[in-house]
């Protein structure tokens, strides 16, 4: 794990996930050398400070975008848009809920991204999904080299990630290039569908992931009999429990196992592990609707898979990371044994030797996401070469 900051964990995971989003090295020198101090403050004074640097930076790449559309280079200035979208997102997820001038940040990091996609003539195209009256966005993202229906790999965020950080990330591109198509999806708890539309998160995830089966069998491009589910960290719960109660998921992957998530939720209380975001508690009140701690660990005591793994019947990959410090690795040895009824189930656990050991390889997360890639598309019935 790439450590900047040597004793702030929830800022060096941020690090880490804009350097897998495609920061450059000399822009997180300049927006990290003045946060030392601040990264030893307490959570409202450093994250505000976090925030002012990398939004200097995004401000500074927009200009130089500018410079390169006045002279018609909008490859150059999709580049640059597409890292300040990241470097925006990234200081928007260590925001506290309800903090000055979030929102706004948020939608500014929505719009750079479908502006820098835009000019760099990227196959990502936002849809929005039917949903309690409203909608789910999600980035659908066509197969290369398939003519007629392709097989597809519904991707589902964690607790506090969201669909242009998952695509960002590279798993629906290198899914592409097998001939497997994407639909990263803002499921409800997170990215648009909590902030912009107020779906908090339940636990009963097979409700909206069936919706999402029900729009993906309207597309004429999508072969709805191949539909996978992948979901990273807490989608390590999501996507077993949606693929376990909704029949027509033909595969399911984790990308870190999340078995038992209200124990995990009970080891924090008591100050073990590591915490994803600053101002944990208040954030995931937030994201599941919750009034107060107390409230929310009653709703937690829901989020788990005992009971549950043992319903699926189609092929299932567990990964996790062996140094993983937020979820311990034993829970993945807990789906895997309960994965009893599908006929073709592994157990991947990433070491230092392929990299991607930290928690859904947010260090190093090529090898484990190609790894992701090959199973789908040998499962899915897509292609692993040329």
């Given at each position: 794990m790439f450590k900047y900051f040597p004793t702030n964990?929830?800022?060096n995971l941020s690090v880490d996930l804009a350097i897998e989003m495609g920061a450059r090295i000399g822009e997180i020198e300049a927006m990290c050398a003045p946060l030392q101090d601040a990264a030893k403050a307490p959570d409202k004074a450093g994250t505000q400070a976090?925030?002012?640097t990398w939004v200097k930076m995004a401000d500074q790449?927009?200009?130089l975008a500018d410079e390169d559309k006045a002279h018609g280079r909008l490859l150059s200035a999709g580049e640059k848009i597409n890292r300040a979208a990241s470097y925006l997102i990234t200081a928007e997820r260590l925001q506290a809920h309800g903090s000055e001038g979030r929102v706004a940040l948020y939608r500014r990091h929505l719009d750079l991204f479908a502006e820098?996609?835009?000019l760099s003539g990227e196959a990502c195209e936002r849809v929005e999904i039917p949903y309690e009256g409203k909608h789910l966005s999600a980035l659908y993202v066509p197969a290369q080299g398939v003519s007629g229906r392709a097989p597809l790999l519904v991707q589902v965020n964690g607790l506090d990630s969201t669909k242009e950080m998952k695509y960002r990330v590279g798993l629906p591109a290198w899914l592409a290039r097998r001939g497997v198509a994407s639909l990263v999806v803002d499921q409800p708890g997170t990215g648009e569908a909590l902030r912009l539309q107020g779906f908090t998160?339940?636990?009963?995830s097979e409700h909206w992931a069936s919706r999402v089966v029900d729009w993906l069998e309207t597309r004429e491009d999508v072969d709805a009999r191949r539909i996978g589910m992948e979901g990273v960290s807490l989608g390590g719960y999501y996507c077993p429990r949606a693929v376990a109660f909704e029949p027509r998921f033909a595969a399911g992957v984790v990308w870190g196992a999340n078995h038992d998530w209200r124990d995990v939720q009970k080891r924090r209380l008591e100050k073990e592990g590591s915490f994803p975001v600053p101002h944990y508690w208040s954030h995931v009140?937030?994201?599941w609707g919750a009034k107060d701690i107390d409230d929310f660990m009653?709703?937690?005591?829901?989020?788990?898979?005992?009971g549950v793994v043992e319903k699926i019947k189609v092929p299932f990959l567990v990964t996790h990371g062996e140094k993983d410090s937020q979820i311990p690795l034993k829970w993945a040895h807990r789906t895997y044994e309960q994965l009893t009824n599908s006929p073709k189930r592994e157990l991947k656990i990433f070491t230092d030797r392929e990299g991607g050991v930290q928690h859904s390889s947010f260090d190093n997360s090529i090898n484990a996401g190609q790894y992701i890639a090959d199973w789908v598309a040998e499962t899915l019935g897509g292609r692993t070469s040329i």
């Open positions: 964990y929830v800022w976090f925030r002012e790449l927009c200009e820098g996609v835009r998160a339940r636990f009963d009140c937030w994201v009653k709703i937690a005591e829901n989020v788990h898979l005992d």
